[in-house]
């Protein structure tokens, strides 16, 4: 079996799974279309280079991700460095010729991600976003369904992202409460999952074209503790919004709602989204991510209700074909999630190279620039009063 070799940029909390996802992918899988293999780590301290080093088992580590780049024996370049570093690191390994797996989003903004997103185009290599929430087979069974007409006409959709790890005032401050250094708070970190999930759930549902996306916004953003400790002795001012809550219209006719929030008290990751449409509903909650509820209004009514109701789909870790541990009846897990969408990149990889059509489930630069327009036109109705506001396509 081929190795292809893998350079990964960063290495704090993403980039050790994504180098946990690398080493799993043998194990989940059978066949393999190719196998990775990490070369390469650039790293922001001689540290947690060391560390990667130990516990991953690269081959080497070094200060500069142009190291990555210049090696001959690394064809990936796997992104999880703060997002500022994003647009670089993107466009310098695509012109490098090294395939490109990012971390969410995907730049600062719209402008860094239409260029990525073109060069990425009109390149040869495979460039693809890791929105690893598409890959929870729930997700995959309600894309399955929206894609056969289950829900009908769409009529509206609900998508929440919430988190509480900032509750507490005196978390410290970091590159993610800097709009500089991340691009958004909520509404990029937490809302770039739930956009990109009404977005690969509703395209086929409208029976529009194009009538999953979103044509405009009207959205409240909200930072609530304005000051952080910086490890200094001094408090620091948080310029991105602890939350984020927009209505929205889909080019399609349907609307909808979004809320993303670090600030949501007794949860833990709950990502849910609802769609309604005139024929039936599905519904997602990732806390209980072994399940995918659906109604199907078309059921007949009857005296004390027939058949008629919610019905749970039980799909567990029932990944598909070749997803080989076996263990299909347990419960799935969200590193699962990781390493099946690691999976999908390197299969398209060597989708491209036999010249075969590649994966509909996979998340592209194209995906994550849309993801970055409404971002950026959720922010911009934010500062505008809630005005509704139109969203690029």
């Known amino acids: 079996m081929r190795k292809i070799g893998v350079g990964i940029a960063g290495y704090g909390f993403i980039g050790r799974v994504h180098a946990h996802a690398h080493r799993s992918i043998p194990l989940f899988y059978r066949p393999l279309p190719l196998q990775t293999e990490l070369v390469g780590v650039s790293t922001a301290s001689q540290a ?13 580590h070094t200060r500069s991700y142009q190291d990555l780049l210049q090696h001959p024996g690394i064809d990936i370049i796997d992104i999880c460095t703060p997002n500022d570093t994003h647009f670089r690191i993107c466009r310098d390994a695509i012109l490098a010729g090294k395939h490109v797996y990012c971390d969410k989003p995907l730049a600062l903004d719209a402008a860094e991600a239409a260029e990525l997103a073109a060069l990425a185009r009109s390149s040869n290599v495979v ?4 929105f690893n929430c598409r890959f929870v087979p729930a997700i995959m069974r309600a894309r399955q369904l929206t894609e056969s007409g289950f829900l009908g006409q769409l009529t509206g959709f609900r998508a929440q992202y919430l988190h509480a790890g900032y509750i507490d005032a005196e978390r410290k401050h970091t590159w993610r409460l800097s709009m500089a250094r991340s691009g958004g708070g909520a509404i990029a970190d937490l809302g770039s999952h739930a956009i990109d999930l009404v977005r690969f759930l509703t395209g086929s549902a409208t029976g529009v074209e194009r009538g999953g996306e979103w044509a405009a916004v009207s959205a409240t953003l909200q930072t609530l503790i304005g000051e952080r400790p910086n490890g200094y002795g001094q408090l620091t001012p948080v310029d991105v919004d602890d939350i984020a809550i927009a209505q929205v219209k889909l080019e399609g006719g349907a609307v909808g709602t979004l809320e993303a929030s670090r600030l949501a008290t007794g949860v833990q990751d709950q990502l849910v989204v609802q769609l309604h449409g005139l024929n039936g509903s599905i519904s997602f909650d990732l806390m209980d991510p072994n399940w995918l509820e659906v109604y199907d209004a078309r059921e007949p009514e009857a005296a004390l209700g027939g058949d008629r109701g919610i019905k749970r789909i ?8 070749p997803y080989a541990l076996g263990a299909v009846k347990n419960t799935v897990g969200w590193l699962q999630f990781h390493i099946q969408c690691l999976y999908d990149f390197v299969n398209s990889i060597n989708s491209k190279e036999q010249g075969g059509p590649g994966s509909p489930y996979s998340p592209t630069f194209t995906d994550g620039l849309a993801v970055q327009r409404v971002i950026g036109a959720v922010q911009k109705s934010a500062a505008n009063g809630s005005a509704w506001t139109p969203v690029e396509n």
């Open 314 to 321: 039980e799909t567990v870790a029932r990944f598909p074909q």
């Open 127 to 130: 460039c693809q976003m890791t």
């Open 48 to 60: 947690s280079g060391l560390s990667a080093v130990q516990e991953a088992g690269f081959q080497f």
